[in-house]
């Protein structure tokens, strides 16, 4: 396969998987703010579900 022309590799396929649970506690008193600003402008969850 022609490495230079791959396509990029989804995020999904690399990342470390986070529950609702575990990005509450990676934000700590930030995420009430954050959440209100996600709901706001991506009120479909579209950019980043969790």
């Excluded at 986070?18 to 709901?39: I, N, Q, S, T, V």
Aim: glycine share 6%.
């Amino acid at each position: 396969m022609d490495t230079e022309h791959r396509a990029p590799a989804q995020l999904e396929e690399v990342a470390v998987p986070f529950r609702p649970a575990d990005w509450r506690d990676h934000y700590g008193p930030a995420w009430d703010r954050l959440d209100a600003a996600r709901r706001r402008y991506d009120p479909d969850g579209i950019l980043v579900p969790g």
